[in-house]
């Protein structure tokens, strides 16, 4: 399994960004996905999840209201559309495919995802 994560790059306050993440082979399907992001002297933290229907997402409180996460199963690829960018969101974003097969919770804990991505970097400044 290959998770290929792109779309990052500098933006000034209050601007956008869209993250895409490609997965390869018949691995997409079924599983629920993830956004983590990791700056320079912290421990990576959960940003967004969304589940294996595409039903339902599930977002940290410092980016709900301005991150959505979506997915096309069709391109086995998630999206994180990133709005209202503030300063703190400059980090390393890295997209995960989790463990479990149709688990019916978004697990927030990146211990559950057994995938990753090479990470992105997004950097907000004026």
């Known amino acids: 399994v290959q998770l290929q994560a792109s779309g990052g790059g500098l933006v000034q306050p209050g601007g956008s960004l869209r993250l895409s993440c490609v997965t390869s082979?018949?691995?997409?399907?079924?599983?629920?996905m993830g956004w983590f992001r990791q700056a320079p002297g912290k421990e990576r933290e959960f940003v967004a999840g969304?589940?294996?229907?595409?039903?339902?997402?599930r977002y940290s409180d410092s980016v709900r209201g301005r991150f959505t996460m979506s997915r096309d199963d069709a391109k086995n690829t998630v999206y994180l559309q990133m709005n209202s960018l503030k300063f703190e969101d400059t980090a390393v974003y890295y997209c995960?495919?989790?463990?479990?097969?149709?688990?019916?919770?978004?697990?927030?804990?990146?211990?559950?995802?057994?995938?990753w991505g090479q990470g992105t970097q997004v950097t907000v400044s004026s």
């Open positions: 995960a495919r989790e463990k479990l097969l149709k688990r019916l919770t978004i697990p927030l804990n990146d211990l559950e995802y057994g995938y």
């Open positions: 082979g018949r691995t997409f399907s079924g599983y629920n």
């Open positions: 969304i589940s294996w229907t595409g039903g339902r997402a």
